[in-house]
């Protein structure tokens, strides 16, 4: 591309060249279409079957467009406007030798003949088929689709259009080279592509961005070892469970040889996922790697099934969302983008949807995103691990990379060990056994108590989630080094208090995980309550305590509440406090017990401090007596909500201790 | 914005309404261009004084917009063409009154006075402002200058063209409501907003993105408490040394009461930032803030002074990059994009740059970034730290925000007193005592041993970093749960060789901070060499070992280097193997020594593996032989690089204890 500055130069020294300076080379030229009405032909032999890849769908998108005034069709427009803005691209059969740069001859073979079969041979095949009909005009129609998406991309790198779209079907991305699946015949935009790196020196490397709903496993076949092509899919595919069934849509199928990282799959979980979580990873992964790659030519396979409205896609994409998908596109290969049609069965989803991709093509500004651009928790977490498996491969990504662990080793026995070594230094604290079998052996060193608990009038038994350890990693290697981690211990605020007030403490930490032979059979929340019970039994109960107080941190509090069910504690029980993260599940005292009054004997004695992101806040109903008096903290972090609640927390003990 | 569905609708039901619809009513607007001959009477009124802000800066920019076509002027291009290309936006003198929305009247009275002032009273002016200059004509052109950026924004947002660029001096972003500095003198773009969000309800929320290479002071004192207008700066911020001096332009700048969140610094540690860094900070930090923000209208700063060849800024941005960033912008705002030229000095540079973003806003595609898009370290850690400050107030961020820490404890300690028990249980390792003031109480612990060592014919002398803990924080809330915490130990690997083979051992650890008092007078590498010759001072020399075996991991081998060069050990020293990561230096032990063998005996003995990405492999010339015998691991990371190196390491050192 020449710089301005010669540009400029060039034209002050030779008037003579001034003409033959087009000051908007690309966007001076129009915006592609191709379409072609007898790409309907292929449809269901049998007409009560109502197929989803239904012969109206380019049809309706045709209309849209039409009907928005961007081509002038007077079928839809009634009189005859002033032209098209979109140039027409004619479509035209494939050629075998064409598609044979993708598919096998058996494949074409196979095809072929479907063109003589009888009724019967095309149900036939039709019921063999891996989600694929037939009728005497499939073929014709496939090589219809497969010929305009190449004349389309001829239109783009030739520079007849400045970008294109394609209406077409049969779609392609599924279609392997030796398979016809999932409605697919011949695979369009791999065929394009070919023929297009074949006959345009220009054209080394292509970017196939797919945002069909659904893995373009046949686009994935074909260039898994080309690293000329790199080939970007975010489909949903929930743990291999979506068409295509298996684990080729997943995270770790990043193509081989020499095109390793030139496969990148973005797996989501599940469906439902809207503008925000497409955005979020075109920001940080599709994007970051375009740039890097840096193509000759961009292909969407623009499947519109996960546009809100598509049953079979099930997700939320809007018009919208596609446009700015579009617009991020248009900054690569100097604004070389085609999109061809795949999936999409919702006809006035796909006709919406492909309208505002034309528009946005054509210049016009991507619509604003009213809704926000915010991921979902699913979505941040599988674009995260893209990010940190793409990033072997592609330097953009080592500065967003999350943290991979190198080497395993058991930091909760770690952390514990040092916490209660502290523990003993500055309250000489010692560990309780535990003399259970069926309590498993890690939790010696995780029950220990204050010297001479048991002599004391009041106990407190505190029962707490692991504290967690947070750092800053140095964010270019993503390394956390000792001295930049933090230990994140509510507990030891309790601690303290207790010991300065004189109490007796017995405290309980719970491991969300224990390492070691046990751990596929650990259960955190059944050892939790098996621990309180256990513990109120051998150490609580005998002893005789004038007063209880029960305290819990984070998910553990199910011990407390457990405990109250099954044991009788409120002759010595005074108070109650918990404290309760984001994601900890609020228990409720009532669960099989005949004692009806416990839920208000609950509610009179605990304050339950819950963190300012838990959902609890968001319903509309207030929560039942049986949940305990719950307040909503201002902190969102447990240790913070712990901390700032604390001095409520004193003062609601000592008049709790004062009534008696 | 009507979503194409009702549109479609409207068209078919009512054929009259047909008309009426422009499918295009955004891009089949012009590009509008603010430019004013007149803006150039602002000049120095000393002639020799050749100042940076010339009255040539807009002209060259104007001149380069009409000899690249956009434009049509018979003064650059001799014959009239079919005209502009571009809408003409007449600028005006802004009235007293918008002025006073940002300005205070003893602002536009000091201007006021500055044309009826004589050259002696100009050139006091001149010399007592912070970096500005007057004649008589100055008043005049900084109120056009303002004026004309009003009449821009209004154009765009009134929809008479689709964006626009105004070429107008003098700039406006270091402009203070009370003072001129900078080279400014009229806030441009905040009296244009200001105005703006006056006369167009359409027009609440307004984007400005200044990524002139300096902070724009004056833009961030205007609204720092206004959560109407979000202001986000790039800037070259240098600890706070560059212009404007001082704190202002940091990250914690980020706006007060309800307008928090709503200022946004970038603070470049330095200059020499390029296309990379931008693009980085804008995927990762502008654009999910910009879309979460969701502005009416988006007005860019638009100072090129960090463009490449500009000596003030000292930056590398090319007009490629300039083009990337507006067109991400126009994804924005349903398009509405103003550009007002700020600073920039490079005659050249700013034309080139001015260029490529007009042409962008006219519909051209950016130019293709053939140099990538990797961001720098610094540029990532700047980066990341406004991430992670900026993510209190923006959800969209939260999900890339790198972790925070909550609470200190001291998990070198932690971790190493587990190591400690864990070697002692394993191999019954013990603490040897660190008898010296001068070495800090810390290093209790830090020092231990295998049993008897003191009896073995060989001892093994390993000297290492604290390990690493990594971790796979959870994506969305930036936590690490200790379960997911891992501990990278190399040394493990060593010990376990070494007490396999009947060796003695004393194993060093290095802690990178030492906790308590001391904090701030410790420092890493003079501790390493002092214990180094301690031990061997106290607990090698002494004791009559036939062989001894050198060894480090990380940083910790300066402590070897030193004790070679300072002791006389290669009586006994049979071996060297030392492993070095990629941030590591590598020592020599030519250092202070008088020794002229050593080098030499020194690169005979040793066997020194480094990390695959450190810059020594950069080097063309071969390192000297003082540094040792250096190999390159195919490894990256320090503990892999030990790991992949051990099989030839004990090769090495048997052959190298069978020559005795």
Redesign the interface.
């Known amino acids: 591309?020449p710089?301005?500055?010669e540009?400029?130069r060039l034209?002050?020294s030779e008037?003579h060249q001034?003409k033959r300076?087009?000051?908007?080379?690309?966007?001076s030229l129009k915006t592609g279409l191709c379409y072609d009405v007898r790409m309907r032909y292929h449809a269901t032999v049998d007409a009560e079957d109502m197929h989803p890849e239904d012969p109206r769908r380019i049809y309706e998108i045709y209309?849209?467009l039409c009907?928005?005034?961007?081509v002038d069709d007077p079928e839809?427009?009634?009189?005859k406007r002033k032209g098209d803005?979109m140039h027409r691209i004619d479509a035209r059969e494939v050629s075998k030798e064409e598609a044979m740069l993708v598919h096998t001859p058996a494949h074409w073979d196979f095809l072929d003949k479907t063109q003589e079969a009888d009724l019967e041979e095309l149900q036939m095949l039709t019921m063999e088929g891996d989600s694929v009909y037939f009728n005497a005009l499939s073929f014709f129609c496939s090589r219809l689709s497969c010929g305009g998406a190449i004349e389309t991309c001829k239109a783009v790198m030739s520079g007849q259009v400045?970008n294109a779209i394609a209406v077409i079907r049969p779609p392609g991305h599924h279609a392997e080279p030796d398979q016809a699946m999932g409605f697919c015949l011949f695979n369009n935009v791999c065929v394009a592509t070919k023929v297009l790196q074949r006959d345009f020196p220009s054209c080394k490397k292509v970017m196939i961005l797919d945002w069909c709903g659904s893995l373009g496993n046949g686009t994935q076949t074909a260039f898994y070892d080309d690293p000329s092509v790199l080939y970007m899919s975010i489909h949903r595919y929930q743990g291999g469970n979506f068409y295509p069934v298996g684990p080729a849509g997943n995270l770790d199928y990043c193509g081989t040889g020499a095109a390793i990282g030139m496969n990148v799959n973005v797996p989501w979980e599940n469906g439902g996922m809207g503008d925000?979580d497409y955005?979020?990873a075109f920001?940080?992964l599709i994007?970051?790697i375009a740039?890097?790659f840096?193509p000759d030519l961009v292909i969407v396979s623009a499947g519109f099934d996960a546009a809100a409205g598509d049953a079979l896609g099930g997700c939320y994409v809007t018009?919208g969302g596609y446009a700015?998908m579009t617009?991020?596109l248009?900054?690569?290969?100097?604004?070389k983008v085609v999109v061809c049609l795949e999936g999409g069965y919702n006809l006035?989803s796909i006709?919406?949807s492909a309208?505002?991709v034309a528009?946005v093509l054509?210049?016009?500004?991507?619509?604003?995103?009213?809704q926000?651009?915010?991921?979902s928790?699913s979505a941040?977490?599988v674009?995260?691990?893209c990010i940190?498996y793409q990033s072997r491969f592609w330097?953009?990504l080592r500065?967003?990379a999350?943290?991979?662990?190198?080497?395993?080793?058991f930091?909760?026995?770690?952390?514990r060990?040092?916490q209660s070594?502290q523990l003993s230094k500055k309250h000489r604290m010692f560990p309780l056994a535990i003399l259970r079998d069926e309590l498993s052996p890690s939790f010696e060193n995780e029950v220990i108590a204050t010297p001479e608990y048991y002599e004391k009038d009041t106990i407190v038994l505190l029962v707490h989630d692991?504290?967690?350890?947070?750092?800053?990693?140095d964010?270019?290697?993503n390394?956390?080094?000792?001295?930049?981690?933090?230990?994140?211990?509510a507990g030891s605020m309790i601690v303290d208090w207790a010991v300065e007030k004189g109490f007796g403490l017995i405290d309980i930490n719970i491991?969300?995980?224990i390492?070691g032979d046990d751990e596929n059979v650990y259960n955190a929340t059944l050892s939790t309550e098996a621990l309180c019970l256990y513990i109120w039994d051998n150490y609580i109960e005998p002893n005789d305590f004038k007063n209880v107080i029960l305290m819990s941190i984070g998910q553990a509090q199910s011990g407390l509440t457990h405990l109250l069910v099954h044991r009788d504690c409120r002759e010595r029980v005074r108070a109650i406090a918990e404290f309760l993260g984001?994601?900890n599940p609020i228990k409720a005292v009532s669960s099989n017990i005949i004692d009806e009054y416990l839920p208000e004997w609950y509610y009179n004695h605990s304050l339950i401090f819950v963190s300012s992101e838990h959902d609890v806040w968001e319903r509309t109903r207030k929560t039942k007596r049986k949940f305990g008096d719950l307040r909503r903290s201002a902190e969102a972090?447990l240790?913070?909500v712990v901390r700032s609640a604390m001095g409520q927390v004193k003062e609601y003990m000592d008049e709790a201790l004062a009534e008696e």
Chains 1, 2 share one sequence.
């Open positions: 591309m710089n301005e500055g540009d400029a034209v002050t008037g001034r300076i087009n000051p908007l080379p690309i966007s209309k849209a009907q928005a005034g961007l839809f427009t009634g009189v803005l400045k925000g955005m979020f920001q940080q994007m970051p740039l890097e840096n018009p700015h617009h991020m248009m900054s690569l290969a100097g604004g006035q006709s919406n309208l505002a528009k054509m210049g016009e500004p991507p619509e604003r995103m009213h926000g651009n915010v991921a928790k941040v977490r674009v995260h691990q940190s330097r953009s500065s967003c999350p943290i991979h662990a190198t080497q395993l080793d930091p909760e026995d770690v952390i060990s040092y070594s692991p504290p967690l350890v947070t750092a800053q990693p964010p270019h290697t390394r956390i080094a000792l001295h930049t981690a933090f230990l994140v211990d491991p969300l995980e390492t984001e994601n972090e240790v913070d």
